[in-house]
């Protein structure tokens, strides 16, 4: 099972924070407050934040420029993840992965049936790893941020987080780029 093993040291780490809307301002954006409460208060550091309208390639190239910041290990966006015309975010951030961690997206949608049942068939919440930084694209609600945070990522960004967590294996997720 789980746990936080309290012998190790918390380390925290430098999150991103993108809203991707039409209509949301730094005013109303209740589900970037959200993330941004949440990591700030399990110790993490928001390294950056930034709204930007469904646009997949402005999402893609926002992705793209925080993955080549070293002073950002994690990105979280929320918005987007829908079924409709516009909702893009999940291929802007496939246009980016080197690799997709498959499994977010399944215990996302676990979590979710919990909460609303089979309404979590319409998200389409995926992660995914690139230039040693990781991605996660959340729904646009402050109810589903909280329960990505919550349930999932509070977890997997907690260097104390037993068996494994993302953070522990952070220094090897670009030795890709720095073979011969």
């Known amino acids: 099972m789980s746990r936080i093993d309290e012998s190790r040291t918390f380390m925290p780490v430098r999150i991103a924070v993108l809203t991707v809307s039409d209509t949301r301002a730094a005013s109303d954006d209740r589900s970037g407050d959200v993330l941004v409460q949440r990591l700030s208060d399990a110790g993490h550091i928001l390294a950056a934040r ?44 496939r246009d980016v992965y080197e690799k997709e961690i498959d499994a ?59 068996p494994c967590n993302f953070v522990e294996i952070m220094p090897r997720l670009d030795e890709h780029l720095r073979r011969k």
């Open 104 to 162: 977010f997206g399944t215990v996302f949608t676990h979590v979710s049936m919990a909460k609303i049942g089979t309404s979590a068939v319409q998200s389409r919440a995926t992660g995914g790893v690139a230039l040693g930084t990781y991605l996660f694209a959340l729904p646009g609600s402050p109810g589903a941020c909280k329960d990505a945070w919550d349930e999932i990522l509070a977890y997997q960004l907690d260097y104390r987080h037993r």
């Open 50 to 93: 930034t709204i930007i309208r469904d646009e997949r390639t402005k999402i893609a190239d926002q992705l793209r420029i925080w993955c080549a910041d070293d002073a950002i290990d994690v990105v979280i966006s929320t918005g987007g993840t829908g079924l409709t015309g516009r909702d893009v975010t999940v291929e802007a951030h």
